[in-house]
């Protein structure tokens, strides 16, 4: 069983840069894969990034610009989330997942069984 927990939301300014954090354990060993995604009120769960903890490989959906970087810690217990050029349209809750899996995978939310609660961002022009 895996857990996380997301930190690091809050408000900002439009051209700010904000950093989510996502606190991960439980049963953890190489292959496990986190993601983060966001969702706005009334609309589906969108993918952003996913990092395999084995090696810290990436993949990031094709809807997502490059303003968003996903990351790992050392000790591969804390995935981050670094948002740059912040837009109002940024403005979500953003969930981070957990899933095992046997190397990276795409950010679907059909993949990940073990979601945090969510942190909120809001970006103000």
């Known amino acids: 069983e895996l857990r996380v927990t997301e930190s690091g939301g809050g408000s900002a300014q439009a051209g700010g840069s904000l950093r989510l954090s996502c606190a991960l354990s439980?049963?953890?060993?190489?292959?496990?894969?986190v993601a983060w995604f966001r969702q706005t009120p009334g609309k589906e769960r969108e993918g952003i990034a996913t990092i395999y903890r084995g090696d810290g490989s990436t993949t990031y959906s094709a809807s997502v610009p490059g303003r968003f970087n996903i990351s790992q810690d050392n000790a591969k217990k804390t995935m981050f989330l670094q948002i740059d050029s912040l837009q109002p349209e940024d403005t979500a809750m953003y969930y981070c997942a957990a899933e095992y899996c046997s190397g990276d995978v795409r950010p679907l939310v059909r993949y990940f069984g073990y979601w945090g609660q969510g942190t909120q961002v809001t970006v103000s022009s």
């Open positions: 439980g049963d953890l060993h190489d292959n496990v894969c």
